[in-house]
């Protein structure tokens, strides 16, 4: 396996879609009942008001995102002080 290779594009896109959708409380999403349940609780406590944190860890056996990876993030339109996405590569594990 090579750890040459940026953490993919496409996965970025899907991973601010599963975030939009969770401010979305009008989405159906396809999840595990895991993932289901904690989406359930977080439009729960939306719906009372509360402004939910999402900081999102996401793992890579080789680099970062690259320039257009960062430029989807910018262009997400999350706030950093709603939505945060990290990366960290497995050596750091």
């Given amino acids: 396996m090579t750890t040459d290779a940026h953490f993919p594009e496409n996965a970025l896109v899907r991973l601010i879609g599963s975030i939009r959708s969770i401010f979305d409380p009008s989405k159906e999403m396809t999840l595990n009942e895991t993932l289901k349940t904690k989406v359930a609780e977080i439009r729960s406590l939306m719906s009372e008001g509360y402004i939910p944190f999402i ?3 996401c793992l890579s056996n080789g ?3 690259n320039t257009q990876g960062q430029e989807q ?3 997400s339109g999350f706030s950093s002080d709603q939505v945060v996405l990290n990366i960290t590569n497995m050596t750091l594990l």
């Fill in 63 to 65: 680099l970062a995102w």
């Fill in 55 to 57: 900081k999102c860890v």
């Fill in 73 to 75: 993030i910018d262009n």
